[in-house]
């Protein structure tokens, strides 16, 4: 699986931002997909995640704020944005694993697949 997250750019505090991620390959609808960050010095931390069921699970951080979804007729899953702040600066990731389940969402290292990042800055 390749994926491939676009969507990042330059946003005052406040404003509203939405990324995607296209999966490549025929099986999409069996991968459970999340938005990972990393913000500069600091450790990649768990955003939102999707599973292929489409129960979807926030970090607290952003409960309330961002949206998670996905299109299994487009490869694709978002990342909606909204109420942005500047502590939400970082590169996001989108990652996917293979029926990967709730209780596992948010560990880091039970993704195989990673797409190459997109910068999202929110200026204050």
């Known amino acids: 699986v390749q994926l491939q997250a676009s969507g990042g750019g330059l946003v005052q505090t406040g404003g509203s931002l939405s990324l995607s991620c296209v999966a490549s390959?025929?099986?999409?609808?069996?991968?459970?997909m999340a938005w990972f960050r990393q913000a500069p010095g600091k450790e990649r931390e768990f955003v939102a995640g999707i599973t292929w069921s489409g129960s979807s699970t926030l970090s607290d951080s952003v409960k309330g704020r961002f949206t998670i979804s996905r299109d299994n007729a487009k490869n694709t899953v978002y990342l909606q944005m909204d109420s942005l702040k500047p502590e939400d600066t970082a590169v996001y990731y989108c990652?996917?694993?293979?029926?990967?389940?709730?209780?596992?969402?948010?560990?880091?290292?039970?993704?195989?697949?990673w797409g190459q990042g997109t910068l999202v800055t929110v200026s204050s």
């Open positions: 390959g025929r099986t999409f609808t069996s991968y459970t």
């Open positions: 990652a996917a694993d293979r029926f990967l389940i709730t209780s596992s969402i948010r560990r880091r290292v039970e993704y195989d697949y």
